[in-house]
C-alpha cells in the first residue's frame, strides 16, 4: 500500500505503508543510531513525534520485548528507507512490522531517508503528515500540519502512581518524567531501594519519604511547559539532598535556578554524539535525544558551573551546582540504545549519597 509523508512546507515523500495502517500528523525527527530501534520506539522522551531513522536497514534483527524501555512505544510515527523482510536474532520473538501493528503505530519505508533528514537540517525540525490517502489536498493538509504541536507530553507518559523497587542500599526517590527503564536498572543494579513518583509528586511527598538520594529523569517536550514541576524542584534544590538529573530533568532544574532553555534548531538524537568532561578534557561518546538545550549564557555563574560540552556544536551538556550535591546531566548515561561511556556517572551519584550520610 502507497504511504506518504508530507512535510509542513509542503514537500512530499511517497513511499510503502507498513506497521498499522493510520493518518497522524507529529515532529518529524531524525535519529542517527545504527541499532537499538526498539528502544528508540519506546523512549517516552519521542512522545508526539515522528521518527526518521538515518540508518538505512532497520528490523534486521528483529523484537525482543526485554529490550523494550517502557511497555508502549511512544512515537506517532517510524520513517525508514528499508524494512527489512527478514529478522535475525537468537533472542527475536517477533518482527518489527507486526509488532508497530499490534501498537498501532504507522511506518513509512521505501523513501530517501537521506534527503529527507538533509531537509531536517537545513531547514530545521518541521512537523508532518502520515497518510496513506493518496487523494489528499495538500493546502488542506499543510494548515492542518502546521497547527499540530505536542502539548501536556510529560503528563502523558508519567506513571499514574507510585512504584517500588526494593534493595538494601540507598533509598532512591525516582520522579518520573517519562523515565526509561534503563535508568531505573542502573539504580537497582547498585543495590538501590527505588521508589518511582509520578511527576507531578510534591516536593513535601517525596521529602517526607526521607531519600538519601534524588533521581530526575528524561522525558519529552518543551520544558518550560512544566511550571508545576520546577516549582517543587525549587523546594527539593534547597534541600541538602544529592540530587542527579538527566535530560528533560537537567534542564529543568535550571529552570528552576533561573537559567534559560531554547529550542534547538533539529536537537541531538542518536548514540554517537561526544561530550568533553570540562574539568578533565576527557571525551565520552554518549547517547542523546533531545530537541531543547540549557543556554550557556542564562547560567548563574555563582548557582551552577559547566561540567560537559557538546563538542559538536559546543552546547551545555551538563552542570554542577556549586555548594549542593547536584549533577545534571543532558545526555543519557544508561544508554540504551548506545554507547556505555559515561555509566561511571551512576557511581558518583552513589558516592554523593555516601558522602551526605
Not at 14 to 30: H, I, L, P, Y
Not at 111 to 122: F, N
Not at 159 to 174: D, F, I, P, Q, T
Not at 218 to 230: H, W
Amino acid at each position: 500500500m502507497k504511504a506518504f509523508l508530507i512535510l509542513e512546507d509542503g514537500q512530499i515523500f511517497e513511499g510503502q505503508s507498513f506497521g498499522a495502517v493510520k493518518e497522524t500528523v507529529c515532529e518529524v525527527v531524525f535519529n542517527t543510531s545504527m541499532t537499538g530501534y526498539l528502544e528508540v520506539l519506546t523512549d517516552p522522551s519521542y512522545q508526539g513525534q515522528g521518527i526518521v531513522m538515518t540508518y538505512p536497514l532497520i528490523g534486521n534483527y528483529g523484537i525482543c520485548y526485554e529490550d523494550m524501555e517502557s511497555d508502549r512505544v511512544w512515537p506517532s510515527a517510524f520513517i525508514v528507507r528499508e524494512v527489512s523482510r527478514f529478522s535475525s536474532n537468537f533472542r527475536r520473538e517477533g518482527d518489527l512490522d507486526a509488532f508497530l501493528k499490534d501498537q498501532n503505530v504507522p511506518g513509512i519505508c521505501g523513501i530517501d531517508t537521506r534527503a529527507l533528514t538533509k531537509i531536517l537540517r537545513e531547514k530545521g525540525t518541521m512537523n508532518g503528515m502520515l497518510t496513506t490517502d493518496e487523494n489528499f489536498d495538500i493546502e488542506e493538509v499543510k494548515t492542518q500540519i502546521k497547527a499540530y504541536r505536542v502539548k501536556d507530553a510529560v503528563k502523558t507518559v508519567t506513571c499514574k502512581e507510585m512504584r517500588h523497587y526494593e534493595g538494601s542500599g540507598y533509598k532512591v526517590a525516582l520522579l518520573d518524567l517519562g523515565t526509561k527503564k534503563n535508568i531505573e536498572q542502573c539504580l537497582v543494579d547498585r543495590g538501590c531501594d527505588v521508589t518511582v513518583y509520578p511527576a507531578y509528586t510534591t516536593a513535601e511527598t517525596i521529602l517526607n519519604a526521607n531519600p538519601d538520594g534524588i533521581m530526575l529523569s528524561n522525558g519529552p517536550g518543551d520544558p518550560k511547559e512544566c511550571v508545576e514541576v520546577i516549582e517543587e524542584l525549587k523546594k527539593l534544590y534547597n534541600t541538602d539532598i544529592p540530587i542527579f538529573a538527566i535530560c528533560l530533568g537537567h534542564q529543568l532544574m535550571a529552570l528552576a535556578n533561573g537559567a534559560d532553555t531554547e529550542k534547538m534548531k533539529y536537537g541531538h538524537r542518536g548514540g554517537n554524539h561526544p561530550v568533553k568532561d570540562v574539568k578533565t578534557g576527557k571525551v565520552y561518546i554518549s547517547s542523546q535525544n533531545h530537541g531543547y538545550v540549557v543556554k550557556e549564557g542564562s547560567i548563574d555563574r555563582d548557582i551552577a558551573e559547566v561540567a560537559f560540552l557538546n563538542v559538536n556544536d559546543q552546547t551545555v551538556e551538563g552542570l554542577h551546582y556549586l555548594n549542593k550535591n547536584i549533577l545534571t546531566v543532558q545526555f543519557h548515561p544508561e544508554a540504551c540504545p548506545g554507547p556505555v561511556d559515561s555509566n561511571f556517572l551512576f557511581d558518583e551519584f552513589m558516592n554523593m549519597m555516601e558522602v551526605s550520610k
